[in-house]
């Protein structure tokens, strides 16, 4: 990956963060996800064989576009939260943004 691209999609997911629009950890993941409020699922490449797919699975079911493109300490650095292996954007704007940076990986 590209060391400004990925800077720079770190930037954007803690803005997140700091603007309300990110949820962390599974319990609160899943609900946002059933909740229909996801528009971005991201798991850690990291995290567990059972809760990626159990994430993939969730995603695929209710339409939301899933990554896995960092590891449980570079997203816990950049979002101030402690061991987080999953995370979801709750904002349409900033979930675009995201795909459109990520794919251009």
Do not use: W
Request: with cysteine.
């Amino acid at each position: 990956m590209n060391e400004m691209t990925k800077k720079r999609l770190l930037s954007m997911i803690a803005l997140a963060r700091k603007a309300g629009k990110l949820v962390a950890g599974e319990e609160t993941c899943e609900k946002t996800i059933r909740g229909g409020t996801a528009h971005l699922v991201h798991v850690t490449n990291d995290a567990s064989a059972n809760t990626q797919k159990k994430f993939r699975n969730k995603s695929n079911y209710y339409d939301v576009p899933i990554y896995s493109l960092f590891s449980k300490e570079e997203i816990s650095r950049h979002i101030g939260l402690h061991n987080r292996a999953t995370f979801v954007i709750t904002d349409e704007n900033f979930a675009r943004k995201i795909i459109e940076i990520a794919e251009r990986l």
